[in-house]
């Protein structure tokens, strides 16, 4: 077949105490086996493309649904009962699936010496172009799994199956590093999992004979449970397909799963149906059914979510879009390729430093002064600021405070004071290190570019109430809005307001950038894209 085989990763089972997503076991093809062409996934992704369609046909040749005569009757009668069930379905829905998926288990209980012979010649029944993914959620280590795979994938004397499904959960030994070892910080073991997923996936795909960047890994994630499904998305990213099971006999509700589990283009997920289907009276009537419920769920999750981005709570304020523009133009942000301090690989960059001239450094703090005026955190019910003083942490802040303060004034006639302190105390004049506005006792606001760590904020919090000052809030320009790390589901900004109990601010953050990137005509898809799937990944 010229294809790339993979593992899909299972949750287990259904549910959201225990949804472990682990690393597969990659089968790629050799060059005896002829040139790698597409990928599990990559057929996936066209097959879905050409039918439009995320139906998955379960191949379930169970005991109850063959005929009782031909069950009892001898091993030959039940496999050859079982290869015309399967064959009847699939040549019924055909037109209709993305792809098939045989359940091992029922093929190994038609007998030890035809079962998974009757198994391989369902799959090659099954028509070229549609993929393969074999359910047997086999589980070990070392040789034993290597077996395992080639028992799967090998085309001559295997089953020829383009992907499978795994269960990880072997015993303490399988679980025990992923209670112990891993810092989940307020996450699921299904998210913390799902997250590697796509570092694994990258990995895996680093790795390949050819240059195809499509996910080497995808999810099984019951569509029982939509909150866990939601989450697993989230931490998985766009990229990653998601098999939802659950929809139908087992009470997964379909809207419910596609809101949860659908990426931002409506695809990335697979609903496999196999009760509902091989137990009706016209199963390509059915399959035809479900696939058009399911486009129609698809449609009303894509409309809704236009609707929510044109609310005025998710669009962009003018103030905002005009920031960005002029960032932009000042080179303080830049759309490229770079490589940040914590190694991951940012789709944009921002460069404070760069509002450089009198007219950026003007705009700036109009920015600053908007972005505060228009915070239910900083102006109370009645309009009113809610600090006395705007304090700017030596160095960069100093300036940032000066422009924030002239700003309120000139454009809302908020007048405050502003302090700033040196880095290095003064041993003459009035000497210290604090300047400017006295700020005990009295309500402070601290301005900053950026919140990278937090550890400037935290010195200035912790100065502050040495004088008995009441820091009331954080001002940023840009929020990056990403997690610190993928054990750690808190960005930068929301650490500081957890742990020092204030609010920060901020001009834009990654929506924002997001939206902007929408409306934008001067950026392409491409720009768009990227900046969306690292969202998708690292976004809080």
């Known amino acids: 077949m010229g294809s790339i085989r993979f593992g899909i990763a299972i949750n287990f089972p ?15 093809c050799s060059a005896q086996e002829g040139e790698c062409t597409m990928s ?12 439009n369609s995320l139906l998955c046909v379960g191949l379930d040749p169970h005991q109850k649904e063959l005929p009782a005569d031909q069950w009892a009757a001898s091993e030959e009668s039940r496999c050859e009962a079982a290869f015309q069930f399967c064959k009847r379905i699939i040549d019924a829905t055909a037109e209709h699936t993305v792809c098939y998926k045989p359940n091992a288990a029922f093929f190994e209980a038609l007998g030890t010496k035809l079962g998974n012979l009757t ?3 369902v799959i090659d029944a099954i028509p070229d172009d549609i993929p393969v993914l074999l359910d047997v959620k086999r589980g070990d280590i070392g040789s034993t799994a290597a077996a395992y795979a080639e028992a799967c994938y090998d085309e001559k004397d295997g089953l020829n199956a383009g992907g499978v499904t795994l269960s990880p959960l072997m015993g303490w030994d399988s679980v025990s590093p992923f209670i112990t070892a891993l810092s989940l910080q307020q996450q699921t073991v299904f998210e913390k999992i799902a997250g590697l997923a796509n570092e694994w996936s990258s990995s895996a795909a680093s790795e390949s004979p050819t240059s195809s960047t499509t996910p080497r890994l995808g999810l099984v994630v019951g569509a029982t449970d939509p909150l866990a499904l939601s989450k697993a998305r989230k931490a998985a990213g766009s990229k990653l397909w998601i098999l939802a099971p659950g929809v139908g006999a ?23 149906v196999s009760r509902g289907i091989s137990r009706a009276s016209d ?4 399959a035809m059914k479900l696939k058009e419920g399911i486009n129609a769920a698809r449609k009303a999750v894509l409309e809704q979510r236009g609707e929510k981005r044109k609310q005025p ?7 905002q879009k005009e920031f960005l523009e002029f960032s932009l133009k000042e080179g303080v942000l830049k759309f490229g390729s770079f490589v940040l301090k914590s190694g991951r690989t940012s789709p944009y960059f921002f460069n404070a430093g760069l509002f450089s001239s009198g007219s950026a450094l003007h705009k700036l703090g109009k920015a600053y002064a908007a972005a505060i005026m228009s915070s239910k955190e900083l102006v109370d019910e009645d309009g009113n600021v809610t600090f006395d003083v705007v304090f700017g942490p030596a160095y960069k802040g100093i300036s940032l405070g000066a422009l924030v303060c002239s700003a309120l004034y ?3 006639g908020v007048e405050t004071g502003f302090a700033y302190n040196r880095k290095e105390a003064k041993d003459h004049g009035e000497g210290g290190i604090l300047v400017g506005s006295s700020m005990a006792k009295k309500r402070v606001l601290v301005v900053d570019d950026v919140i990278t760590a937090g550890t400037a904020i935290r010195e200035s919090h912790t100065l502050l109430q040495k004088i008995e000052a009441t820091p009331v809030g954080v001002a940023i320009a840009l929020d990056r809005a990403e997690k610190r790390s993928l054990e750690d589901p808190l960005s930068a900004v929301q650490a500081v307001a957890r742990d020092l109990e204030i609010p920060v601010v901020s001009i834009v953050a990654l929506p924002q950038l997001q939206e902007y990137l929408k409306l934008s005509s001067e950026y392409d898809e491409d720009v768009l894209k990227l900046v969306s799937e690292y969202r998708s990944k690292y976004g809080v």
């Open 283 to 286: 199963p390509g009537a059915e």
């Open 250 to 272: 087992q009470g997964g509700d379909l809207d419910a799963a596609c809101r949860a589990g659908l990426n931002d283009e409506g695809t990335g997920m697979l609903i496999p």
């Open 14 to 28: 259904l549910r959201r105490f225990l949804a472990a997503i682990y690393l597969l076991l990659i089968h790629h």
């Open 40 to 51: 599990f996934f990559d057929q996936i992704q066209t097959r879905s493309e050409s039918i």
């Open 313 to 319: 709570g998710d669009s962009i304020a003018p103030y």
């Open 410 to 412: 000139s454009d809302f």
């Open 119 to 121: 198994l391989r010649r």
